[in-house]
């Protein structure tokens, strides 16, 4: 007595079709991210006389590295860029998340006036602001030094940093602000101990 099997069913051909198609699909976009960043580290692996060539290097040199920290400053630069952009950061937020919590959370009219303010101010062209900005950090004796940098990165990046912990601001519950302002604390206190 023999029992028969039931039949195989038939291959599904265009299961492999589209793998074929997603793993196609997967290598473009990881090429076309990362590309560009294998690009710029061979490049920076050159040598000298193969920049303008195209094509892969016939060799690689880290003779660019060794030149970028011998002969200039280039920890100095390094240094100076941490300090403006943490000093910038720091001014930022401490301005900005007071700014933004009163908006968010304090009912005085012209608040909303206050914040497209902010926002239309960050949509001017920074490239406008060149010649009055150099004439008034060299009023202020702040051309040559970290200080003359950070005061225009504070202008340029405190709209945003509004904007955004506006939003964050908003998110919280009122709920949380109200039950620390009933517990005793100041607006002040609320927002530096519980919100922030």
Known sequence: DQRRLPAAPPR????????????FAVIAAVTFCVGPFVWQALTSLRPEDELTRVGLPSSLSLAS???????RPFGRVLLNSFVVAGVTTVVCIAVGASAAFAIAKLRF?????LLGAALAVSMFPPIATVSPLF????ALGLRDHVGGLVLPYTTF???MTLWILTG????????????ARADGCSPFQAFRRVLL
């Open 65 to 71: 590295y060794s030149g970028a920290f011998h002969g």
């Open 12 to 23: 599904d051909g265009g299961a492999g079709v589209r793998r074929v198609a997603l793993l």
């Open 109 to 113: 009219r012209g608040r909303n006036l």
């Open 168 to 179: 964050f601001f908003r998110d919280i519950p009122d709920e949380i602000y109200r039950a």
């Open 157 to 159: 990046a405190l709209p």
């Open 135 to 138: 004439l008034v950090i060299r």
